[in-house]
């Protein structure tokens, strides 16, 4: 096997591993003293009916944490996902207003 090769990993799907649905990632930095990890914060915008008219507001609903090697592979990867659905990456776009009926 040469150096340059990949290692190939087989998955292993869980059908009882969470789904969480979130409108948008808000907030990354790194992680511990070297920097080897990112936190990921992504949050989920909700409504509060308490005020007239109800205003919007995030709520965090998934912090995650990877390697900043994992990081890359996903930014390749979530690229190549918008390039199958002809959706331009480069391209500006807003978070959709979600409003529940």
Request: proline content about 10%.
């Amino acid at each position: 096997m040469n150096d340059d090769e990949p290692i190939l990993i087989n998955q292993v799907d869980d059908p009882n591993a969470p789904v969480i649905f979130a409108d948008r990632l808000v907030g990354a930095g790194p992680m511990g003293a070297r920097g080897g990890v990112v936190n990921l914060t992504f949050a989920v915008q909700l409504w509060d009916h308490s005020e007239n008219p109800p205003r919007p507001y995030l709520k965090t609903c998934l912090r995650v944490i990877l390697p900043v090697d994992s990081l890359k592979h996903s930014i390749d990867f979530a690229t190549q996902t918008l390039g199958k659905m002809n959706v331009d990456p480069t391209q500006e776009c807003r978070p959709a207003d979600v409003r529940l009926q």
